[in-house]
Nanobody, 115 residues
Framework: QVQLVESGGGLVQAGGSLRLSCAAS????????MDWYRQAPGKQRELVAI???????RYADSVKGRFTISRDNAKNTVYLQMNSLKPEDTAVYYC?????????WGQGTQVTVSS
């Protein structure tokens, strides 16, 4: 089993920045993909950014140029740097990792962007 603990969420004004962190612990062999999802009230959970084991990245169109995903394999941690935040970025952000055919979710961290 892999446990994920997210941190870094909060309330920020539009145009501001936040950095989310997600630390993995437990039975870790080789984490393949690490990603961030978000879910706004009344909406489906959506993929925000993904980083593969070779550190290649993909982003949702809505966050390209504003968000940056990175990972520290030594610390089993994935980060999401969020700049130029907009009110529509308000959501619960979830960390997700994939290892040996199984996916694991964090508990989520609230990000609220005020206008």
């Amino acid at each position: 089993q892999v446990q994920l603990v997210e941190s870094g969420g909060g309330l920020v004004q539009a145009g501001g920045s936040l950095r989310l962190s997600c630390a993995a612990s437990g039975t870790i062999f080789s984490i393949n993909t690490m990603d961030w999802y978000r879910q706004a009230p009344g909406k489906q959970r959506e993929l925000v950014a993904i980083i593969l084991s070779d550190s290649s990245t993909r982003y949702a169109d809505s966050v390209k140029g504003r968000f940056t995903i990175s990972r520290d394999n030594a610390k089993n941690t994935v980060y999401l740097q969020m700049n130029s935040l907009k009110p529509e970025d308000t959501a619960v952000y979830y960390c997700h990792v994939f290892q040996l055919g199984s996916g694991y979710w964090g508990q989520g961290t609230q990000v609220t962007v005020s206008s």
